[in-house]
């Protein structure tokens, strides 16, 4: 099973910028799909983004333009690179692995997740 850990949530104004990361241990990560998910308090979790073990990534139509998703296997760690954050992007951040290389597919291991707060 995989273990995941996010790291680099935070506050910060609308405009500005965060960068989460996700580091995974127990399996080879480089052979599953990765996503990040969004829970924003009273709401259902949601997809945000997502990449296959090959490279290619998916996004909510909300986010497109701003986050990107990327991945390092030889350091077994994802990230998302959030831009021009706004007030509505507010929710935990969780990264979660697919058990699988490609999408869609089923969610396999979730990690505890990371706050994230835009708010002047």
């Known amino acids: 099973q995989v273990q995941l850990v996010e790291s680099g949530g935070g506050s910060v104004q609308p405009g500005g910028s965060l960068r989460l990361s996700c580091a995974a241990s127990?399996?080879?990560?480089?052979?599953?799909?990765m996503g990040w998910y969004r829970q924003a308090p009273g709401k259902q979790r949601e997809l945000v983004a997502s990449?296959?073990?090959?490279?290619?990534?998916n996004y909510k139509d909300s986010v497109k333009g701003r986050f990107t998703i990327s991945r390092d296997n030889a350091k077994n760690t994802v990230y998302l690179q959030m831009n021009s954050l706004k007030p509505e992007d507010t929710a935990v951040y969780y990264c979660?692995?697919?058990?699988?290389?490609?999408?869609?597919?089923?969610?396999?291991?979730w990690g505890r997740g990371t706050q994230v707060t835009v708010s002047s």
């Open positions: 979660a692995s697919y058990l699988g290389p490609y999408l869609p597919n089923k969610v396999g291991s």
């Open positions: 127990g399996s080879i990560f480089s052979t599953y799909a």
């Open positions: 990449i296959t073990s090959g490279g290619s990534t």
